[in-house]
């Protein structure tokens, strides 16, 4: 029984591993038998190492990749990173829009809840001071 759950998830994991494969093949830079031969060398790799100093997340498998020895996987480890960072981010953005609008409704004009948005979200860009204090004082009384 133990086996044939084994091959099942073999089954799966392969299976998954060639639809990234095809979805992905115009980032990638090997042919498909390239790539899949890179997946079983990349697999046996990693079937006689100890469960606990397995890479756990892409960004731990990441790390470990050779990027000369596998670079179908690289590229395929750092297409998997991002994709839950994208999610993150995007998330991030509506729940920071949420608690704004709640924070702001009826104090603040449909532009200043935007811009202020927009900086709570992209709060990790750096804006110089000087071009901020010249849009500052561009404002009339009356748009602050």
Do not use: H
């Not at 697999?43 to 100093?53: H, M």
């Not at 890479?55 to 998997?80: F, G, H, Q, R």
């Not at 981010?89 to 104090?107: D, P």
């Amino acid at each position: 029984m133990y086996y044939q759950v084994l091959q099942l998830t073999l089954f799966l994991t392969l299976f998954l591993f060639k639809k990234s494969v095809e979805f992905y093949e115009n980032d990638l830079p090997g042919l498909n038998d390239v790539i899949e031969a890179e997946y079983e060398i990349w697999q046996a790799k990693w079937e006689n190492i100890e469960d606990n100093l397995r890479p756990t997340t892409a960004i731990e498998a990441l790390s470990v990749c050779d990027n000369l020895m596998y670079p179908n996987m690289y590229e395929l480890l750092k297409i998997l990173a991002v994709i839950a960072v994208s999610t993150a981010t995007a998330e991030r953005s509506f729940s920071t829009l949420r608690r704004f609008k709640t924070y702001l409704r009826n104090t603040t004009s449909e532009s200043r809840l935007m811009g202020l948005a927009l900086l709570a979200i992209y709060r990790d860009i750096d804006i110089p001071d000087d071009i901020l204090l010249d849009k500052f004082l561009t404002v009339t009384k009356k748009e602050i």
